[in-house]
Structures are given as C-alpha cells and as structure tokens.
C-alpha cells in the first residue's frame, strides 16, 4: 500500500521560503533535558513522519551474506531505520533482511538515494524504480539526492517531488548539500527537502549548515558519525572514561544531544550493540562544548563543493 502524502499534512508550503516563521522545539540541547532515551525515539520531520534517531549504515558492507547479517543482528538489537544507497550496491540483501527480519515493514524506515550518474528527471522515476524493485518494497521511507551534481540536482529534486506526491515515499531530502545548494534548491522548489545528510562529527562539526538546516526545519543526519573508525582521539578517551562508554558512544550521543540523526556503520554484531548503547546517559553541557571544540573542518570523505563522481 502507498501512503497518501497529503494526509499528513505539509505537503507543501507554495513556494518555498527560506527562514520561514514557524518555531520549531529542539528536543535535547535546549533546557538540557533528556528527551532522546529509547532507540524507538524519533525525530519528527517537518510533514509529521517520524525517523528514528538511530538509524544502521550499510556503505561497504557487501552484499550477500555480510549485509544480510549485519541489518538482521541490527534490527534484532532494535535499530529500526537502514541507510543503503543504489551506489552501495546491496539494496537486494537489505531488502531479503528486512523480509527475513520478522519486523513489520511499516515499522521500519528504509533510506535508499539516487546515484549522480541517474539524476536528472526521468533518470531518477527509471533509478528509484530499480531501488525499490531490489529492496523489494512498495514504497521508500527516504528518497535522497545522493550529491549535488551541478547543473542535475534541480530536475532530479522534481522528480523526487513527484514520488512522494504519488505516496512512493514517505519522505524525500538531499545528502551532501551546503547552504548554497540548499539556497538554491529552495528558491524554486515545491516540497521542501525534509532532510539533508551530510559528513558530520566532532571533527566535522557544520555549525553553521546544523543552523540552518533548523531555521529551514530540515532535519539534519550524520553520515560517517564514527569518522570511519578514527576514535582515537584523547578527549573521546577522557569522556568515555567520565561517562564509562566507549569512545564510539560518546560521540553518538552527542549527535543525539545536538538533534542530528546518527547512522553509524558495523559488520561487528558486539560493536552493532555497542552503537546502540547510547539512550541511557547524558552528556553535560560543558562536554558538548568540549565536543564541538573538536572541530577541525576535517572531511574523510569528498567535498560537496568539489568532487569528481
Ligand atoms: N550520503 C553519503 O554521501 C554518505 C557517505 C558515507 C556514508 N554514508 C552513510 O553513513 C553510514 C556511516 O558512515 P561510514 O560507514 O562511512 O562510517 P562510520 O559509521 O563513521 O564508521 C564505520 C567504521 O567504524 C568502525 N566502527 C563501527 N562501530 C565502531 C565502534 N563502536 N568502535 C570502533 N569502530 C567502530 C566500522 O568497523 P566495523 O564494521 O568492522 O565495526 C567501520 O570501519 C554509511 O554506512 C552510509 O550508510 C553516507
């Protein structure tokens, strides 16, 4: 069954605005109140669609076995959102865990994206088709622009328009988008990307992108959260022996602290579960900051103002 966008609301907003006027409430950071504390929490997007916070990264895992595995021993310890992308190439694995899962698939929320060399209009309805058909589902939870190709992403975001108008997805954002491509994308767009998925964590921290993705109500999401394994970092250590967690931990609640949703990777079941030990403790304010110290405007991933795939 596909979903019927315009009952939840917000479908659009006419054209969209930049700045626009509603006040939005942030759960965790302001008033420090533990508001994130259950992995079935969500953050609520903009058209009432919940995703959940924690979210299972599979980029690189492979298909076949090892994907299969890993989201079945994910969606067994309660992660309930997967983040594949056709460019990863095991959306068919994923899909044969979530049928094998034993979890309804409406409580589930699946991210797939679209593949720069498939952007454009009818590339992307052609692309989207061949995601869903090998994930197997009827509709997407979250169809994202992969990376802002110049000169594509404006017709290839019409396209993603026009499926969740259809009720084929849930929701529909873009990954790897600066505030000038958001700029640009929201000067004449009908829907308004609901959210943006982008490199972020303590060496990467994006103030100003993480403001104003919230003054625009899109919903930020932290890809490569783990800096790709390199948590080898003195004050990761001296938190996590403060707060008795593991350096992945700490930083994963931070991401949760600040409202940005977190999909860390793991093809290891014990560090699956580690990366979800993270709803039952609260870092101080004064290790936030420490936290956003940290930055260093360092990417181990592409830039999204230049890159050459
Ligand atoms: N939109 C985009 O352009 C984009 C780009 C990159 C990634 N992503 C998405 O974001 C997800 C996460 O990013 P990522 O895979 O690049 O990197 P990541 O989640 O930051 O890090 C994954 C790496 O960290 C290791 N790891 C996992 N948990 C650990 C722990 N508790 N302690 C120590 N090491 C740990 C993993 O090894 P093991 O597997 O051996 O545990 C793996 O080598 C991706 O899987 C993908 O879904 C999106």
């Known amino acids: 069954m596909r979903f019927n966008v315009s009952s939840l609301g917000w479908l659009t907003a006419g054209r969209c605005r930049i700045g626009a006027s509603e006040t939005i409430s942030y759960n965790g950071v302001n008033g420090g109140v533990l508001m994130i504390k259950s992995i079935a929490d969500a953050a609520i997007l903009r058209n009432g669609v919940h995703m959940p916070w924690l979210g299972f990264g599979v980029f690189k895992v492979k298909e076949g076995d090892e994907v299969i595995n890993s989201v079945k021993q994910a969606i067994r310890i309660g992660y309930r959102s997967i983040d594949t992308a056709a460019v990863y190439a095991n959306e068919k694995g994923v899909g044969k865990a979530i049928r094998e899962s034993g979890v309804a ?5 699946i991210t797939t994206k679209v593949w720069n060399t498939d952007q454009g209009f009818a590339s992307t309805l052609q692309a989207f088709e061949a995601s869903r ?5 009827e509709y997407i939870d979250l169809y994202l622009i992969h990376w802002p190709v110049k000169e594509k992403y404006k017709e290839t975001w019409k396209a993603l328009e026009k499926l ?8 529909i954002g873009v990954s790897n988008f600066q505030i000038h491509h958001l700029r640009d994308l929201l000067e004449n767009c009908e829907v308004v990307p609901l959210v943006n998925q982008v490199e972020f964590h303590p060496l990467l921290t994006q103030k100003e992108l993480l403001a104003f993705c919230r003054e625009n109500h899109i919903q930020l999401e932290a890809w490569s959260p783990l800096m790709r394994g390199n948590l080898d970092i003195p004050v990761l250590k001296e938190l996590g022996k403060k707060y008795q967690r593991t350096p992945a931990q700490i930083v994963l609640r931070w991401d949760l602290q600040l409202e940005v949703v977190t999909i860390p990777k793991s093809i290891n079941p014990r560090r699956i579960a580690e990366n979800a030990r993270i709803f039952d403790f609260e870092l101080a304010e004064e290790d936030i900051k ?16 230049n890159f050459n795939f």
């Open 164 to 171: 969740y108008k259809e009720g084929a997805v849930r929701a």
């Open 105 to 109: 698939r409406e409580e589930l929320f």
């Open 133 to 137: 058909k090998k994930l197997g589902l």
């Open 290 to 305: 420490r936290l956003d110290a940290l930055n260093e405007n360092k990417r181990f991933g592409s830039d999204p103002d």
